[in-house]
């Protein structure tokens, strides 16, 4: 069974630090007090009316819907007569300058209206309305969402500073709506708190959406972006200066206020935009569009509420359109506390589910109170109290089987033809029957994965012989070598399977999903997916399908192993034994020549001679087979030391001239000057290019120039050591395997050249074991260069093997 890591996994709840519970035994208290402010205001009834001075004098400029004024009949465009008990321009006078009063000061107020009539309200005579009640308990039920989300989302993430960021958005706009209800009915000091958490509220807001999405963790980090409250503060400073006379508000002051609340939501909202539109991560994306789903979730049925409230107002609650601003904590909330995949698909299916199951419930429950209701007179209490009890454990009972049946009929109804399951899975079994090698399935797997989901790109890494994981088929974006190597590093650190958004989707920005291939109990391949080319998010299907093509390349993939293990043994003896035969051969037949007979002594000398290059290559051939036995059973001892470069390289290339027969060879020379010193196992850094240069004397059979580098790459701290030839070269479908075990290229230019195939596989986990990296690039009938780069400082990730490293010398 191949084990799917789902990306609906739950992330592990985080642990609450006694710090933040001091902040949340503070934040309670901030929540009693403005709890108070309500418990007053739910119980003082507000008159509710603004008066503005304009070119007519002194009239009623706006009039609160729920308050008491509108209940007494006063209109907008009224004159007042008098005000708590004085004529109206005695108490006027003093706010000509201002030009507007506000309600707070109004406790009485007597108006005459166009008609001539006069109508007047006075708090003191009122009980507060069941409206105003009604209000009341939309903002606090709003404002407790807000702290509600706050507190929730910091005890689940309390080392976020996202998550503290929005607790305290969660307790100023609380703050703000309370301090805002409060302000209306007079409550002492409230105007001032309203007027500290309005202002600072959406620049905490807009400090919220900067820093929320991984791509901008740097700004948790720098000072500056608490600039951004610098407008916020320059407003509280100057509001008990200038801003605030005779208990009210003055209008410039009010305006610049607004101006200012105005600059930090558009920057909030600017930050949510431009996060979702430059997102790096599918987990950024996500973020955003649901907060962006949450705030018109609120804004919209909000504004239509308030812009029709004479039609709807008989209809619904009062103040029922401020609950719905409850949806923007929501969002926020679920924006930094999930780690789910929750597309359009998802939110869909779930609603529609959800909203299915619910309709069954209400069914049963109704069945319920119709029974009661119908035989009201029969029952009495204990039956009721039973036929309730009995209703709800079947509610319970059913609640499982309907909403599995709920699911797959939906699943079957509203997503049957999305993908043909079946026929995707089967014409993928069918490519992989037929294909033996690791790289040609890995191929299929790769392919129709990447075609089918529509993805940018795609790469599998398999399991090598030597337990590594090695990259066997890249498709896309992910065929670039250098997304390659970021993969690999990706892969080296042991991220396993994918926890959706995952640590790897950020140290790899476009990688979506690493997905293992378990078969049995081993782990045979790691898929690594991007994002899809449509920068769509992956929905529910996409997963389940998936799983199903993560499943069949499992399987594929371990049958071809088992096989490749099988022959490769066979390979192992028949090579084996043939190359070391070969010399025997010859060794064994010069040494009879020599028992039995009497040459002269330049034959003896060549016969000599041809017994010891033949002792030479046994020596060799048994020095590779013990030194793969060595890597595949994790026992080669790398001893790192400071090497200088030019030293090992003129050393080898001397060695490697002498050898070959140097009127068809061409040797350069191009080792950079003042070359960095590198840490390798000297030894082992000289055999690898020795073998390079064997490789590039070996498959040039007519000869030509053989070039020989060496260059810093600073930036990657690292040298990289070239050999190009202008031999046969090698074609692109034999790159990829050219590194593994007794891989030998069969073309009629390879015919006549000996060799095990086990050169290059030694040096690359060689390179690799002292952290470097080997690959090359070559030409059919062109030539080939082979690049080495080994590091110049201390090893980061330390061995990429399981080697033995016994040293570290001078790091
Ligand atoms: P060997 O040379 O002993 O066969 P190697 O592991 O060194 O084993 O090389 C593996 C194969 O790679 C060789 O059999 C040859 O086909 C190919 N190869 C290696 N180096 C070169 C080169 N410079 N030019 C062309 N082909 C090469």
Redesign the pocket.
């Known amino acids: 069974m191949n084990q799917f890591v789902s990306p609906l996994r739950k992330p592990p709840a985080g642990h609450v630090r006694p710090k933040f519970l001091v902040f949340i035994a503070l934040a309670f208290c901030v929540l009693a007090v403005s709890v108070a402010f309500f418990g007053v205001s739910a119980v003082t009834p507000y008159i509710g009316v603004v008066l503005a001075l304009n070119d007519h004098g002194w009239t009623v400029q706006s009039v609160d819907s729920n308050g008491l004024a509108r209940e007494a009949g006063i209109k907008e465009g009224d004159v007042p007569v008098a005000i708590n008990g004085q004529p109206a321009d005695v108490f006027l006078e003093k706010y000509e300058k201002a030009g507007i009063v506000f309600e707070v000061l109004i406790r009485e107020l007597t108006v005459v209206n166009g008609e001539g009539q006069l109508k007047s309200v006075a708090r003191e005579n009122n009980p507060p309305s069941s409206r105003s009640v009604a209000e009341v308990a939309a903002w606090f039920i709003t404002s407790l969402v807000f702290w509600a989300v706050g507190f929730y989302v910091l005890i689940k993430r309390p080392r976020n500073m996202a998550a503290m960021l929005l607790c305290l958005c969660g307790l100023t706009f609380g703050l703000a709506l309370s301090g805002n209800m409060a302000a209306e009915r007079l409550v002492p000091g409230a105007l001032q708190l309203q007027v500290v958490a309005a202002v600072i509220g959406p620049w905490l807001l807009f400090h919220f959406f900067l820093i929320l999405p991984e791509e901008r963790a740097w700004l948790r980090k720098s000072r500056l972006v608490y600039l951004i409250y610098l407008p916020a503060a320059i407003t509280l400073v100057l509001f008990p200066i200038m801003g605030y006379a005779d208990g009210q508000p003055l209008p410039g002051f009010r305006t610049f206020r607004l101006l200012e609340y105005g600059a930090g939501f558009l920057a909030a909202a600017g930050a949510v935009l431009f996060n979702y539109l430059r997102a790096g991560s599918p987990r950024t994306r996500q973020q955003m569009k649901i907060v962006l789903i949450s705030c018109l979730a609120a804004i919209i049925p909000f504004l239509v509420l308030s812009i029709f409230p004479a039609t709807i107002q008989n209809i619904i609650p009062s103040g029922f359109n401020l609950l719905f601003i409850a949806f923007i904590p929501l969002g926020l909330g679920y924006a930094v506390v999930t780690t789910k995949l929750m597309d359009i698909d998802v939110l869909i299916r779930r609603s529609v589910v959800y909203g299915l199951i619910t309709l069954v419930m209400a069914a049963i429950l109704s069945a319920g109170i119709i029974t009661v209701v119908v035989f009201q007179d029969t029952l009495g209490i204990p039956e009721e109290i039973a036929i309730s009890i009995g209703l709800g454990g079947v509610a319970t009972l059913l609640f499982g089987p309907t909403k599995r049946t709920i699911e797959t009929l939906v699943d079957r109804l509203f997503y049957k033809d999305r993908y043909d399951y079946r026929q995707i899975i089967q014409s993928m079994s069918a490519s992989l029957r037929s294909l033996n090698d690791c790289v040609d399935i890995s191929r299929v797997i790769v392919g129709t994965t990447v075609h089918t989901l529509n993805l940018a790109g795609g790469c599998l890494f398999t399991k090598s012989q030597s337990g590594s994981f090695e990259l066997s088929a890249g498709q896309g974006t992910f065929a670039d070598p250098d997304k390659q190597g970021e993969l690999a590093t990706i892969i080296s650190q042991g991220i396993e399977g994918i926890e959706f958004p995952n640590a790897a989707s950020t140290a790899c920005s476009d990688l979506a999903f690493l997905i293992p291939l378990i078969a049995g109990d081993k782990r045979v391949g790691i898929l690594c997916l991007s994002q899809k080319a449509s920068r769509q998010d992956f929905s529910s299907n996409d997963l389940y399908l998936l799983q199903g093509l993560a499943s069949v390349g499992a399987m594929a993939l371990h049958s071809a192993m088992l096989v490749r293990d099988v022959s490769m043994r066979d390979t192992f003896v028949s090579i084996a034994s043939h190359e070391l035969r070969t010399p025997l051969t010859a060794i064994t037949g010069y040494a009879e020549l020599l028992l039995r007979r009497d040459p002269p002594e330049a034959t003896r000398r060549r016969w000599l001679q041809n017994i010891f290059d033949n002792s030479q290559k046994i020596s060799k051939m048994v020095d590779d087979l013990l030194n793969v036995s060595r890597i595949q059973t994790g026992r080669t001892t790398i001893k790192l030391q400071r090497v200088k470069v030019s030293d090992v390289l003129d050393e080898v290339l001397s060695m490697v001239r002498e050898s070959c027969d140097k009127s068809k060879y061409e040797f350069v020379v191009d080792i950079e000057p003042a070359l960095p010193d590198v840490l390798v196992d000297r030894d082992k850094f000289g055999q690898v290019i020795g ?2 240069l ?3 004397v ?3 059979p007519n000869g030509g120039r053989i070039t020989l580098s060496a260059h810093n790459d600073p930036e990657r701290h690292r040298v990289v050591v070239s ?1 190009a ?1 202008e ?4 074609g692109a479908e ?1 790159k990829a395997s ?1 590194f593994t075990t007794f ?3 069969q ?1 009629p230019e ?1 015919q006549g ?9 030694i ?1 690359k986990e060689w390179t690799q074991a002292m952290g470097g990296e080997i690959w090359l690039e ?1 030409q059919l009938n062109k ?2 260069t ?1 690049f080495v780069a080994v590091p110049t400082q201390t090893l980061q990730d330390g061995p990429k093997k399981e080697l033995h490293v016994i040293g570290r010398a001078c790091q």
């Open positions: 073998n390079l064997d490789n590039a070996k498959y040039s050999v030839d031999g046969i070269g090698i034999d050219l891989h030998r290229i073309r390879t050249i000996r060799g095990s195939g086990l050169g290059l596989y040096a070559s030539g080939s082979f």
